[in-house]
């Protein structure tokens, strides 16, 4: 038996599924997952010593690449003074005060732990903020594992809505209205059905994670103006496009300005950081000044703060336009590589980028749920394989995004030629 596999044996007596999190877990995949031992750039090393051109990235983190060395440095230097203080240090100051001072749509902000505590708290915060208990959110937007966003659209009603995971319990279901992306009827709808009931919608402003479904900006500027006009909240979960698309994400290029921003992923450079953010106003809602309660033992950990402050001052103009360069040299080698490997076995797909993101679906121009081909995850699951064979990672799901990296380079680009062959 190989080593992997072993691991994985192992890892499913110790842990439920055998992974932390369940998009780790290759389901529905011929091979078990890879176990990683050590990562260097654009590259990740499994414990046999395979070498991987790695297109997950953390799922999207690490936008300098694995082991950026001046992250490196800063953390090393962090060691240094400690790792946990539980008290006011300057660290997180420093890296509010860059934010704030590149971020102008919000004023404040609070550092949290994961991308799912942050839009935990923006929830708890809006409802606190407009005494109104209805969110709206969009099938096909993933706001973390927080109970009241693991919620299907139901079948009956407008927006109404049922639990997407056992555990959730239905009066929590009941107070999440569901929609599809682009239905402007829907929403408005909605809003009649349940005036003076609706605290927040929740969106990804650029939906990246059940695949890359780039809104039309017209959808975004109704969801602002009917949040204004019924006094709700515009939540932007900029947890994957924040830091990603731009220095301020989706509410920079489109100039939408939400009421609260929710960020993680890149904001810890591959440490564990959210974020909450908006004005002060909102946010003075929060304890220990506002009523709304929220709190953490590890928030605003110094040594993720200085990996954060690290990373982000990396991300220059000139770098987010070489990284998209890359992302699209990148997405033209693999079309063509898939047009013609094996007789055309994958030429039904296309590639679909943003920025630094790309998704590979057989389709262009996907907008919502329902565009989305069924057979795809069969398709993909065959085109992972032969990719990880030949040395390629990329997340193992046919509905995860690609993540392109400063450290994806022209040699990257040319060992990739390569081993597509
Ligand atoms: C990843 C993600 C989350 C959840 O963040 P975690 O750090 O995994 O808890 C929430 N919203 C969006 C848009 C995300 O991409």
Same mark, same amino acid.
């Given at each position: 038996?190989?080593?992997?596999?072993?691991?994985?044996l192992?890892?499913?007596?110790?842990?439920?599924?055998?992974?932390?999190?369940?998009v780790?877990? *290759?389901? /529905?995949?011929?091979?078990?997952?890879?176990f990683?031992?050590?990562?260097?750039?654009?590259?990740i090393? +499994?414990?046999e010593?395979k070498?991987y051109?790695?297109?997950?990235?953390?799922?999207? !983190?690490?936008?300098?690449?694995?082991?950026?060395?001046?992250?490196?440095?800063?953390? =090393?230097?962090?060691?240094?003074?400690?790792?946990?203080?539980?008290?006011?240090?300057?660290?997180?100051?420093?890296?509010?005060?860059f934010?704030?001072?590149?971020?102008?749509?919000?004023?404040?902000?609070?550092f949290?732990?994961?991308?799912? $505590?942050?839009?935990? &708290?923006?929830l708890r915060?809006a409802?606190?903020?407009?005494g109104?208990?209805k969110?709206?959110?969009f099938?096909?937007?993933?706001?973390? =594992?927080?109970?009241?966003?693991?919620?299907?659209a /139901?079948s009956?009603?407008?927006?109404?809505?049922?639990?997407?995971?056992?555990?959730? !319990?239905?009066?929590?279901?009941?107070?999440?209205?569901?929609?599809?992306?682009? +239905?402007?009827e829907?929403v408005?709808?909605?809003?009649?059905? =349940?005036?003076?009931?609706i605290?927040?919608?929740?969106?990804e402003?650029?939906p990246a994670?059940?695949?890359?479904?780039?809104q039309?900006?017209?959808?975004?500027?109704?969801?602002r $103006?009917?949040?204004?006009?019924?006094?709700a909240?515009?939540?932007f979960?900029?947890?994957?496009?924040?830091?990603?698309?731009?220095?301020?994400?989706?509410?920079?290029?489109?100039?939408?300005?939400? +009421?609260?921003?929710?960020?993680?992923?890149?904001?810890?450079?591959?440490?564990?950081?959210?974020?909450?953010a @908006?004005?002060?106003?909102i946010? $003075?809602?929060? @304890?220990?000044?506002?009523?709304?309660?929220?709190?953490?033992?590890?928030s605003?950990n110094?040594?993720?703060?200085?990996?954060?402050?690290?990373?982000?001052?990396?991300?220059?103009?000139?770098?987010?336009?070489?990284?998209?360069?890359?992302?699209?040299?990148?997405?033209?080698?693999?079309?063509?590589?898939?047009?013609?490997?094996?007789?055309?076995?994958?030429?039904?797909?296309?590639i679909?980028?943003?920025?630094s993101? *790309?998704?590979?679906?057989?389709?262009d121009?996907? &907008?919502?749920?329902?565009?989305?081909? $069924?057979?795809l995850?069969?398709? *993909?699951?065959?085109?992972?394989e032969?990719?990880?064979e030949?040395?390629?990672?990329?997340?193992?799901n046919?509905y995860?995004?690609g993540?392109v990296?400063?450290? =994806?380079? +022209?040699?990257?680009?040319?060992?990739?030629?390569v081993?597509?062959?």
């Amino acid at each position: 038996m190989n080593i992997q596999t072993e691991l994985f044996l192992k890892s499913k007596k110790l842990i439920p599924g055998g992974v932390h999190s369940p998009v780790r877990s *290759f389901k /529905g995949l011929t091979s078990t997952p890879r176990f990683f031992k050590r990562a260097e750039g654009a590259y990740i090393y +499994d414990v046999e010593e395979k070498k991987y051109i790695d297109f997950c990235m953390s799922f999207g !983190p690490l936008i300098l690449g694995h082991r950026n060395p001046i992250v490196e440095k800063a953390l =090393h230097e962090g060691l240094e003074r400690g790792w946990s203080y539980g008290a006011c240090e300057p660290y997180s100051l420093e890296l509010a005060e860059f934010l704030l001072e590149r971020i102008k749509y919000v004023e404040q902000l609070r550092f949290v732990n994961s991308g799912t $505590e942050a839009v935990m &708290t923006a929830l708890r915060l809006a409802r606190g903020v407009t005494g109104r208990n209805k969110i709206i959110k969009f099938n096909g937007c993933y706001h973390g =594992h927080v109970d009241s966003m693991l919620i299907k659209a /139901g079948s009956g009603l407008a927006g109404e809505a049922e639990a997407s995971s056992a555990g959730v !319990p239905e009066g929590i279901a009941k107070d999440t209205l569901v929609l599809e992306l682009g +239905d402007i009827e829907g929403v408005k709808k909605c809003f009649e059905e =349940h005036k003076n009931q609706i605290a927040a919608i929740i969106i990804e402003p650029l939906p990246a994670n059940n695949g890359l479904m780039v809104q039309p900006i017209e959808f975004l500027s109704f969801l602002r $103006e009917i949040c204004d006009q019924t006094c709700a909240l515009l939540i932007f979960d900029e947890v994957i496009s924040g830091f990603r698309v731009a220095f301020g994400g989706m509410a920079e290029i489109t100039g939408i300005r939400p +009421d609260i921003s929710t960020w993680g992923k890149i904001i810890g450079g591959g440490l564990p950081v959210g974020a909450i953010a @908006a004005s002060k106003f909102i946010m $003075e809602h929060l @304890a220990p000044i506002g009523k709304v309660y929220q709190a953490g033992t590890l928030s605003a950990n110094p040594l993720a703060m200085t990996g954060g402050l690290a990373t982000l001052k990396q991300l220059t103009p000139e770098n987010y336009k070489k990284i998209s360069e890359q992302t699209k040299k990148i997405s033209n080698v693999l079309t063509n590589w898939m047009h013609s490997y094996n007789n055309g076995q994958f030429a039904m797909f296309k590639i679909t980028t943003y920025a630094s993101l *790309f998704w590979i679906v057989p389709k262009d121009n996907v &907008t919502k749920i329902s565009e989305i081909p $069924e057979n795809l995850t069969e398709n *993909f699951n065959k085109l992972f394989e032969v990719l990880l064979e030949k040395g390629i990672y990329l997340a193992p799901n046919a509905y995860e995004v690609g993540f392109v990296s400063l450290a =994806h380079d +022209d040699s990257v680009i040319e060992d990739l030629k390569v081993r597509l062959g």
